[in-house]
């Protein structure tokens, strides 16, 4: 079985990609900047989190970890 991604790297890529700021991130999770930046040091994630970071970044993060596994 190939490694898991890490979250936190594809999810701080992904907002690098999208041209977003950490701090609207941060306001669009309810958190502060600081939080936020927790995120991206993540290995793995709640998946409730991991629902709302796929809705404010319009990407469907389990799909892309779902693909890890073929």
Same mark, same amino acid.
């Given at each position: 079985?190939?490694?898991?991604?890490?979250?936190?790297?594809?999810? @701080?890529?992904?907002? @690098?990609?999208?041209?977003?700021?950490?701090?609207? $991130?941060?306001?669009?999770?309810?958190?502060?900047?600081?939080?936020?930046? @927790?995120? $991206?040091?993540?290995?793995?994630?709640?998946?409730?989190?991991?629902?709302?970071?796929?809705?404010?970044?319009?990407?469907? $993060?389990?799909?892309?970890?779902?693909?890890?596994?073929?």
């Amino acid at each position: 079985m190939e490694k898991t991604p890490h979250i936190g790297h594809v999810i @701080k890529s992904t907002l @690098k990609l999208q041209g977003r700021t950490v701090t609207w $991130f941060a306001a669009q999770l309810s958190c502060d900047r600081t939080n936020a930046y @927790k995120i $991206f040091t993540k290995e793995s994630i709640d998946t409730k989190l991991l629902m709302k970071i796929s809705e404010v970044l319009n990407v469907d $993060f389990f799909a892309y970890l779902s693909e890890c596994l073929k």
